[in-house]
């Protein structure tokens, strides 16, 4: 008890289950217990992540895989597509990694189109693309099916997708998509604690990683495939994220993935209605947002709803619930809630219940 309740779009509140699970007594990560572990997870993120590939497991969080899959893919020249927090600082790794890369740049608000990226594409001049899927700083989610056609047209062009904060609540199919590398950290729609990342890659993708030489180690693709292979990671992973996340895939699979996934729309939408109902526009641009969290907007325009955030946030506090107050340049000028992990329809009409006592005080 005492503790705030995370309705902020990641970390987000962990069950006392998970936790549990996490906390296991420890075992030695070349064991068969280990094995067994891996063993047992392997088929269960297989079946969420709809592919047939290995599954791999990187203790750390998000941008660690994302600056792997930079390190393993990119020889020649990275598109990075960019909307938001996330996606715009991808550039900006790329080029700490050493790489060639440039930006398709769209506004916060605004989703990243099969066309834009087709017409950069087309120059020849990339071997690579990053996308994410869900943009969690501003609530838009891009149209990953329509985008991932475009492998067909580029097959030489690895295609690198973020869905940190969409894996598990919305439907992502990577085998179908032909996509090469996807992943996710733990800490926002799987409803773990952060550390602990999961991800796999094309057969294109091993390919391309072993024609770069400087690919490193912590997160070399191919070390994570020889491993995995054998149900092992190259290092020491965090064992008790493991042991969670086992727990985590059981619940997943037993609610049913469509289910999932149905609950998911079914929350944002509700999220949506409360705010066009409190006078609040929302802040992605129509038919794009996001499936997991919701990004309102705050007197975007002089005609509409403005507050004080940063108020409302402390009102919030005080009765026990963390809401977002905006990330980064559009702080104070949005607010996020999020819907992800373990959120059911009773705990989103809590949510709401408590906002509106606190819109009241305002
Ligand atoms: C949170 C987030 C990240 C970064 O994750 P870390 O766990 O902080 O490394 C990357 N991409 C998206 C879309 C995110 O929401």
């Known amino acids: 008890m005492g503790h705030l309740k995370l309705h902020i779009p990641g970390p987000i ?69 960019m909307k938001g927090a996330f996606s715009d600082k991808w550039l900006d790794v790329a080029k700490r990694c050493g790489k060639q890369a440039e930006a398709l740049q769209v506004d916060w608000g605004s989703p990243i189109l099969p066309e834009q990226i087709d017409e950069r594409l087309a120059t020849g001049n990339f071997d690579a693309v990053t ?118 895939l059981e619940d997943i699979l037993a609610e049913g993935l469509d289910a999932r996934f149905a609950r998911h729309a079914k929350l944002a939408q509700m999220t949506r209605d409360w705010a066009a109902g409190h006078g609040f ?27 004080d955030v940063a108020k409302l946030q402390g009102l919030m506090k005080e009765r026990g619930i963390l809401i977002d107050s905006g990330y980064g340049r559009i702080k104070g000028k949005t607010f996020r809630l999020s819907s992800m992990g373990d959120e059911t329809e009773e705990t989103m009409q809590s949510l709401y219940g408590l906002l509106d006592e606190s819109l009241g005080q305002l």
């Open 13 to 81: 509140e962990v069950s006392d289950k998970t936790f549990e699970a996490f906390r296991t007594p420890m075992i030695g990560h070349r064991s068969q217990d280990f094995k067994d572990l891996y063993t047992a997870v392997m088929p269960n993120l297989q079946a969420l992540l709809y592919t047939e590939r290995l599954v791999y497991l990187g203790t750390s969080s998000a941008w660690g895989i994302m600056e792997g899959a930079i390190r393993n893919l990119v020889a020649k020249r990275v598109l990075s597509c």
């Open 281 to 307: 526009t929302l802040f992605p641009e129509a038919g794009y947002e996001s499936q997991t969290l919701t990004c309102v907007n705050n007197g975007a325009k002089p005609s509409e709803r403005e507050i």
């Open 131 to 248: 996308l994410v899927h869900n943009e969690t700083s501003t609530g838009v989610m891009s149209p990953l099916a329509e985008i991932a056609l475009l492998k067909a047209k580029y097959p030489d062009v690895m295609f690198i997708v973020d869905s940190v904060s969409s894996l598990s609540g919305v439907k992502i199919e990577f085998d179908k998509l032909g996509i090469d590398l996807l992943l996710a950290g733990t800490q926002k729609a799987f409803a773990m604690p952060p550390g602990l990342s999961v991800f796999t890659a094309s057969q294109a993708a091993l390919d391309r990683a072993a024609t770069i030489g400087d690919r490193g180690y912590y997160f070399d693709l191919l070390e994570f495939q020889k491993n995995a292979e054998k149900r092992m990671t190259p290092s020491t992973p965090s064992i008790g994220h493991i042991y969670a996340l086992k727990s985590k």
